[in-house]
C-alpha cells in the first residue's frame, strides 16, 4: 500500500449561510416576519424603513414651517440641493456626531415638553381579568381565618391547576413546612366553600358532591330508603359508581345496577348535567389572536386576483447617507470598509429575499387559487384534491418549497379567512366517474351536516353515514368515516343519543 495524489471532479449542492437564511425567512409567518426585519433593522446601520424615514421627514418639514417661518438662501440658487447634491462635510470625523445629532430638529419636541413618567404605563390602561387564583384569594382575606390559617390557604390555592382542581397530594403540598396534613385538610374544606363552587377538589366527583352540596340536597342520604333522584341518593350514587356508564349514555345498566327505574337515571342525569366539572373555566384567560391574511384574493373584471398584504410590514431600503458616504471616495480606514461592506451585502441580501418571497407567495397563492377555482366561486363543497405536487409542478418549484411557503400563512376571499395548507387534501373516489375525485374536507362537511341533522333520540351510526355518502356517489368505507368524524370531534352514535 503506497501513498498517492489523485484529482477527482465531482458536484455537490452546498447550502450557502445565506441560502440556509433565506429558506428560514421563507416559512415565516406575518408576525415572525415583522420580528425579523425588526431585529435587522436594529443590526444593520445601513438598513431603514422607508416608512419611518417619510413620517418623520413629514414632521421634520411641519415643524419646520412653524419654528423656522423664514429660511435663508443664496440669491443666485432657484432650487433647494436634494440630498444627492449634497457632499458629506469636509473634517466630518466621529466627534462630530454629537453635534450632528444635537441639531437635528425633526423630533420638534421643547424643553418644555411632557415627560411620558406623567402618562399612566401601557398595562395600567389595560383591563386585566381576575384569575381564579385572585378571585380564591380576595375570599381568603375577607375569611374568618387566622393568620396561620390565611398563610396555609395561600399555599393550598397556588397548588391549585386552571381547572380548580388540588391534583397535589396532601403530604406533598405540606412537605418541607411546619403545617400538618390535618391543618391542611381543615383549611382545605373551608377553601371549598369558596366561589365558584366545587373549587378546591380532588377528582370530578368530589367536585360534583361539593355542588350537590350547594344545591340544598342532601347528598349523603341513604340509598337503602329509595327516596327518589331529586333528593340526591340516586345522584350521589351515579356520581360515586357510575360516572363511566354515564359517559357511554347506558342508562339501562344504571338502573339495573342501582335497582332503582329508569326514570329516575333520568332525572338524576338531568341533575347532573347542570353541573360544573371545571370550576375554574371562567376564570381561564381565552385571549384570542387576530389573524392578519398575508394575501388576499378578490374577483376583478371576472378575474380572481391575488393581493399581497404588506400593510404593516417595513419598506426595507439602503440608507442614502451612507450609501453616499461610501460612494464618495473618501479614504476610509480598513476596518470601517470592511465592516461597511459587510452590513452592504446584508442589506441587499435581505432587500432581495423580501421580494424573492413576497413573489413566492403570490405566484404559489395564483396556482392554488387556479386549481381551486370552483372553490373561490361556490364554496366548501365544490373543494377539489390537491397535493403538494401538483402545485410545485405547476409553477417550476421543489415540493418542499410549496411545503415552506404554506407554512404558517394565510389567505382572505369571500369564503373567509383561511390558512394556505386548508386546500391541500386528499380525495375520495367517485362511482359514477371513476377517474374523478371528491375532496375529503367536503366529506367531512357532509358528516357534519348528517349529524346536525339527525334526530337526537336514533341518531346516525357510521355505517348509516357511509350509506348515505355512497348514495351520493362518494366511495367511502365505515372506518373512514369513523376517522373523518373522530377528526371533527363528534362523539360516537351511543354517546350522541339522548332519551329525554
Known amino acids: 500500500m503506497k501513498?498517492?495524489?489523485?484529482?477527482?471532479?465531482?458536484?455537490?449542492?452546498?447550502?450557502?449561510?445565506?441560502?440556509?437564511?433565506?429558506?428560514?425567512?421563507?416559512?415565516?409567518?406575518?408576525?415572525?416576519?415583522?420580528?425579523?426585519?425588526?431585529?435587522?433593522?436594529?443590526?444593520?446601520?445601513?438598513?431603514?424603513?422607508?416608512?419611518?424615514?417619510?413620517?418623520?421627514?413629514?414632521?421634520?418639514?411641519?415643524?419646520?414651517?412653524?419654528?423656522?417661518?423664514?429660511?435663508?438662501?443664496?440669491?443666485?440658487?432657484?432650487?433647494?440641493?436634494?440630498?444627492?447634491?449634497?457632499?458629506?462635510?469636509?473634517?466630518?470625523?466621529?466627534?462630530?456626531?454629537?453635534e450632528y445629532f444635537g441639531s437635528d430638529h425633526r423630533s420638534g419636541r421643547s424643553q418644555q415638553s411632557v415627560s411620558s413618567d406623567d402618562f399612566p404605563s401601557y398595562e395600567q390602561t389595560v383591563a386585566k381579568a381576575t384569575s381564579l387564583e385572585e378571585h380564591l384569594l380576595w375570599q381568603l382575606s375577607l375569611s374568618g381565618l387566622s393568620e396561620r390559617q390565611k398563610q396555609l390557604g395561600r399555599l393550598i390555592i397556588g397548588n391549585l391547576d386552571d381547572d380548580g382542581y388540588l391534583r397535589m397530594p396532601m403530604d406533598e403540598v405540606v412537605a418541607g413546612t411546619d403545617f400538618s396534613e390535618e391543618e391542611a385538610e381543615s383549611v382545605l374544606k373551608d377553601i371549598q366553600t369558596f366561589d365558584p363552587t366545587g373549587v378546591g377538589a380532588r377528582s370530578l366527583p368530589e367536585c360534583l358532591l361539593l355542588q350537590l352540596g350547594h344545591l340544598g340536597r342532601n347528598p349523603m342520604g341513604s340509598l337503602g330508603a329509595r327516596p327518589g333522584a331529586?333528593?340526591?341518593?340516586?345522584?350521589?350514587?351515579?356520581?360515586?359508581?357510575?360516572?363511566?356508564?354515564?359517559?357511554?349514555?347506558?342508562?339501562?345498566?344504571?338502573?339495573?345496577?342501582?335497582?332503582?327505574?329508569?326514570?329516575e337515571v333520568f332525572q338524576a342525569t338531568k341533575i347532573i348535567e347542570n353541573l360544573e366539572p371545571k370550576p375554574g373555566r371562567p376564570f381561564v384567560n381565552t385571549q384570542n389572536y387576530v389573524i392578519v391574511p398575508d394575501v388576499f384574493v378578490v374577483k376583478d373584471e371576472g378575474e380572481w386576483v391575488v393581493l399581497l398584504n404588506d400593510d404593516g410590514m417595513p419598506k426595507m431600503r439602503i440608507n442614502p447617507y451612507y450609501k453616499q458616504l461610501m460612494g464618495s471616495g473618501r479614504e476610509n480606514a480598513p476596518e470601517t470598509k470592511a465592516y461597511m461592506d459587510e452590513k452592504l451585502r446584508a442589506a441587499q441580501w435581505v432587500i432581495r429575499s423580501i421580494e424573492q418571497r413576497n413573489k413566492t407567495i403570490v405566484k404559489v397563492v395564483s396556482s392554488i387559487v387556479k386549481f381551486q377555482e370552483p372553490f373561490f366561486e361556490h364554496g366548501v363543497q365544490y373543494l377539489k384534491p390537491l397535493v403538494l405536487k401538483q402545485v410545485a409542478e405547476d409553477v417550476g418549484m421543489h415540493e418542499s418549497t410549496i411545503s415552506r411557503v404554506t407554512a404558517n400563512k394565510y389567505l382572505y376571499c369571500s369564503q373567509g379567512m383561511l390558512e394556505l395548507k386548508f386546500f391541500f387534501n386528499a380525495g375520495l373516489q367517485r362511482a359514477d366517474r371513476p377517474s374523478d375525485m371528491h375532496s375529503s374536507v367536503s366529506v367531512r362537511q357532509m358528516i357534519k351536516q348528517m349529524v346536525a341533522e339527525e334526530d337526537a333520540k336514533r341518531p346516525l351510526k357510521d355505517e348509516e353515514i357511509a350509506a348515505r355518502l355512497r348514495a351520493k356517489q362518494i366511495l367511502i368505507a365505515r372506518r373512514t368515516v369513523a376517522k373523518y368524524r373522530a377528526e371533527e370531534n363528534i362523539p360516537s352514535a351511543s354517546q350522541r343519543k339522548r332519551f329525554f
Open 230 to 263: 331529586l333528593k340526591g341518593s340516586v345522584v350521589e350514587a351515579v356520581i360515586l359508581h357510575h360516572l363511566k356508564d354515564l359517559e357511554k349514555k347506558q342508562y339501562a345498566k344504571i338502573a339495573k345496577a342501582l335497582n332503582v327505574t329508569l326514570d
Open 3 to 98: 501513498l498517492r495524489l489523485d484529482l477527482k471532479l465531482s458536484q455537490k449542492l452546498i447550502m450557502t449561510p445565506q441560502l440556509q437564511q433565506a429558506i428560514k425567512l421563507l416559512q415565516l409567518s406575518r408576525l415572525e416576519l415583522q420580528q425579523s426585519l425588526a431585529q435587522h433593522l436594529l443590526e444593520n446601520p445601513l438598513l431603514e424603513d422607508l416608512q419611518i424615514d417619510a413620517e418623520e421627514g413629514e414632521t421634520a418639514a411641519t415643524d419646520e414651517k412653524i419654528d423656522e417661518p423664514a429660511i435663508s438662501r443664496d440669491q443666485g440658487s432657484d432650487e433647494a440641493e436634494t440630498p444627492e447634491e449634497q457632499e458629506v462635510p469636509e473634517g466630518f470625523s466621529a466627534s462630530g456626531w454629537e
